[in-house]
């Protein structure tokens, strides 16, 4: 098969481009932040705590895992990928539109807003990254596509009937990695989190929801990346492992810590209904979390 031509340029005006890639990034803040917002509003989740945050304080928290992704995302590509930036160019490195973000640096910086801002505003930084992860499988989708629409991070030299002859890549087919990575890492994944959310309602249980996520998505990225192809300035690691393995590791270790450790700690007594439409000040009462 061969690559499409889709242009990664949805709209050129003079100087002034909109890229498909820029637009996934902005469709997942906008769809994530009101998926977030509907959980926060939808009293049957919150069986045993109130909910973590009040709409408006999600509000706020946008724009600071905004600024979290796009910096943590650029710098993490930097220092896991391309680390001679920093001595040979680094004024490449403020140039995000020429692309260049690492999931793992984005993950990172996220991490850090989160926490920064659950100091800030006296929440629980467990049960926001639970929130907060349940809506990242839709970024995992749409960054995905952007990335096959660029014709990027294709996959290995494959034989399969399916595989695709990248612009740039030879003239070897190669695994359309990027779409293995959309359909897993995003749609698969935000399954099972809506099962964790709404099935098991496991946002009543301090830091499951983002272990899950911690536990799938490493495990899914280090299968992935045996069909992957490794950046070619790269150096090779032994065993055959990539950087992206090495990276996802660590997460599925913390995340099945965090299941084992939520899992493990006592429910509070269930809330009515109308409990569950409280404002987070209503965590600090007994049984809160």
């Not at 991070?153 to 003239?171: H, I, K, N, Q």
């Not at 897993?184 to 301090?206: D, I, P, Q, S």
């Not at 830091?207 to 992957?228: D, H, K, P, Q, S």
Request: proline share 8%.
């Amino acid at each position: 098969m061969h690559f499409p031509d889709i242009n990664p340029v949805l709209v050129q005006i003079g100087p002034f481009a909109i890229r498909w890639y820029a637009l996934a990034y902005v469709a997942t803040i906008l769809l994530g932040w009101r998926y977030v917002v509907g959980m926060v509003r939808n009293g049957k989740l919150w069986t045993h705590r109130p909910p973590t945050a009040t709409p408006d304080q999600i509000d706020d928290l946008i724009l600071w895992l905004t600024f979290g992704v796009i910096v943590g995302g650029r710098l993490g590509d930097v220092l896991f990928y391309r680390t001679n930036l920093i001595w040979t160019d680094p004024v490449e490195i403020l140039k995000t539109w020429h692309g260049g973000m690492s999931f793992h640096g984005g993950a990172i910086g996220v991490f850090l807003a989160g926490l920064a801002f659950a100091r800030f505003k006296k929440l629980d930084a467990l049960r926001l990254g639970d929130l907060i992860v349940a809506a990242e499988p839709i970024g995992g989708f749409l960054v995905r596509l952007a990335n096959f629409i660029n014709g990027e991070l294709w996959g290995r030299p494959t034989t399969v009937p399916w595989g695709m002859v990248f612009p740039d890549a030879g003239p070897l087919p190669r695994h359309p990695s990027q779409l293995y990575e959309a359909a897993l890492e995003g749609v698969l994944m935000f399954c099972v989190l809506r099962w964790a959310t709404h099935g098991k309602k496991w946002l009543n249980r301090r830091g499951v929801v983002m272990g899950t996520f911690l536990v799938g998505y490493g495990l899914i990225r280090i299968a992935l990346e045996n069909v992957r192809a490794p950046d070619s300035w790269m150096p090779v690691f032994p065993l055959g492992l990539t950087m992206g393995m090495m990276l996802s590791t660590p997460m599925v270790l913390i995340g099945a810590w965090l299941i084992w450790r939520g899992l493990k700690e006592p429910l509070p007594p269930a809330i009515a209904l109308e409990e569950a439409h409280l404002a987070p000040a209503a965590l600090k009462a007994p049984g809160g979390g």
